[in-house]
């Protein structure tokens, strides 16, 4: 019988600011902290933000180890399992000097050089296994394997191995879909002229509620998903908002894919929507309208939120003075020229006046909130708006999801493919999360915009640039 070769995993400290918990996510294989990871993690305790509040955490799960498993720190303490079948490594802290010869240009004593020296000891240590240094850190890992050291980055937190395997919310019918699918069809109207289908056939399994359905055919046929039972589906034909007679607080949907977005944004049975897209698709556009009119005209939600990650694209401009919300008007720029398409103003009356109908509008019934002030709110018959949602790590995204109360709506906006937070990729940004995770739900929807509808010049760049 093959046996399988033991693993040494070192740690670097960027690893446990990002995922406290990943001391437990390298299954039966030992684990080691050198002592430069726990002096930096001192370091970076003190504080509110994310980083602080990941480091403190940790420091709570090693101490709760110590009391509560056998063995001692320096010998390897237990790693407690979930379950019977599930075997776990040891997490040991080294505590001795570097031995290992390093070449002179890396011999400066900083933290990244100790980890590799401390990695080299442990690796002539323990010959038998197979020891990987762990680090989100790209310029570490590629001096790592300069030194031949076997160096990986954290991915336990991935959601996908490709980005492009993300769950995009709509599904093309093949022109032979009726013909396989069409036997035994039933069709029936309720509610106002609502068309519902009941479709047999084997493709139904791989379909999620609240996925969009199209044929390109002469029908043109376009409709959403239900409910899924067994080998058969109830599907609805969806509403056409392209049409002005459908228009959104004035506007209609531009394509496809924008008129299956408004259809989960005023939908009431809709809780939470994620709408990915590059720039100039319409994402906060179409959100706007939905949000104002379900809030002024049909009074489903008494006000609106929006919120966003403040990651600066380039230097950050420092602090801010003012309010909560006047500190996040400056993010808020995409809020502001969308009013202005949502809430024009005439040619000639433009200036004084329609700046503060503007202003009126925005303080009337949309509030901006920061992210650092959301722990333990809870938002009753709200519609919450999370823009550049990709910066969010998937804990984050956790923690303003779950602020949600009754008859709240919850909508997040974003882009994988510009994500400003260091050590976040397409893969486990905590929008790839999200829309992975909830793709399974009826009560969510999920729409990949794919054409930019902003103007020629913007499609142009986000092509070729």
Known sequence: METRQKKLFVLDTNVLMHDPTSIYRFQEHDIYLPIVVLEELDAAKKGMSEVARNVRQVSRFISDLMEKMDGDIATGLKLPSHSRDFETGRLYVHMDAVRSHLPNGLADGSPDNTLLGVTLDISKKHPEAVVTLVSKDINLRIKAHALGIRAEDYTNDQVLVDADLLYTGI?????????????????????????????????????????F??????????????????????????????????AVWGITARNREQNFAFNLLMDPEVDFVTLLGQAGTGKTLLTLAAALTQTLEDKRYSEIIMTRVTVPVGEDIGFLPGTEEEKMGPWMGALEDNLDVLNPTDHHERGAWGRAATHDLVRSRIRIKSL?????????????????????????????????????????????????????????????????RFKHWPHSGHITLQRGERSRLADYASEIL
């Open 171 to 211: 599904c093309r019918l093949e022109p032979d879909f009726w013909d396989s699918h069409g036997k035994n069809m039933e069709s029936w109207q309720q509610d106002q002229g609502r068309t519902f289908y009941r479709l047999h056939g084997p493709l139904v399994r791989g379909w999620f509620a609240s996925q």
């Open 213 to 246: 359905l199209y044929d390109e055919g002469e029908r043109g046929f376009e409709a959403v998903v239900r409910r899924i039972e067994g080998d058969s589906a109830i599907i609805e034909v969806v509403r056409d908002y392209s049409s002005a007679r459908h």
């Open 372 to 436: 650092n002030f959301m722990r333990g709110r809870t938002f009753l018959r709200k519609f919450l708006i999370i823009d550049e949602a990709q910066n969010l790590s998937a804990h984050q995204m956790k923690t303003l999801i779950t602020r949600a109360g009754p008859e709240s709506k919850v909508v997040c906006l974003g882009n994988i493919a510009q994500i400003d937070t260091p050590y976040l990729t397409e893969t486990t940004s905590g929008l790839t999360y999200v829309v992975d």
